[in-house]
């Protein structure tokens, strides 16, 4: 077990990510490599489980490229032009995939966004590996006011019933404000039924011992407007 022997939280969290994860290129999205779990995801869960719940910090979510974020960065890197000389704000950034794959399809600037402080560290080192400048915020945005941007990315992030319910209607307000909104769902409990448009699907590589399969059919969802969503829900086609 790692025993931090530094007081600064920033280093202190920089080193328990580089001893329990390696750096590994992200299945489905080439060219992106990530501090990353290695095959051993229950090792990995359960240290992080004893240390950061010492210290009242959320599990380890930004240590895999889940299936949501995979596609979704898949998708800004086939369409360039969803974001290209946009401003990006990629929410629930994790390790950072989807902000990183932002810049690289040529984003004018990308703000990485997650509560996580865990989270937050990881992105810093995983745009720096990858040669991309990112603006990360430690912060809870959802309910509050965006700084100006063009496009709103988020990726896997259906899995909790209440999350999910609070994300949806704050995504929805985003979208009918004239932003742009896109989300990915693996199959998750709780993405939205309605209100959504899909715009690509990917059969997304997937650890068997994390997800149960080694793939997951992926829909990269564009969130609507609330004019546009009453419109879609009458006429889908």
Known sequence: MYSPTVRDPASEREAFIMTHTAALDVPFVPGVRLQLATSEV???????????????????????????????ARYLLD?????????????????????????????????????????????????????????????DLVGGRL??????????IWYEAGPADRFATWLRRIATSGVRVLTADPGRAYVPT??????????VPTPVELEGSPFRTTRVLEVLASSDSAAHERDPG
Not at 111 to 121: E, Y
Not at 147 to 156: I, K, N, Q, S, W
Not at 194 to 203: H, K, N, Q, S
């Open 147 to 156: 700084p100006r941007v063009d496009v709103v990315t988020a990726g896997d």
């Open 194 to 203: 309605e209100g959504v448009r899909e715009v690509a699907r990917y059969d």
């Open 42 to 72: 229950t090792s990995l869960w359960l240290a992080t489980e004893t240390w950061l719940h010492a210290r009242n910090v959320p599990m380890p979510f930004w240590a895999f490229a889940w299936a949501g974020g995979q596609a979704l």
């Open 79 to 139: 369409t360039k032009a969803e974001v290209r000389g946009k401003r990006v704000l990629d929410f629930a950034s994790g390790s950072g995939l989807v902000a990183i794959a932002a810049a690289h399809a040529g984003a004018l600037s990308v703000s990485a966004v997650d509560v996580d402080p865990f989270a937050a560290t990881a992105c810093a080192l995983n745009a720096e590996a990858n040669g991309v400048i990112l603006d990360i915020v430690c912060e």
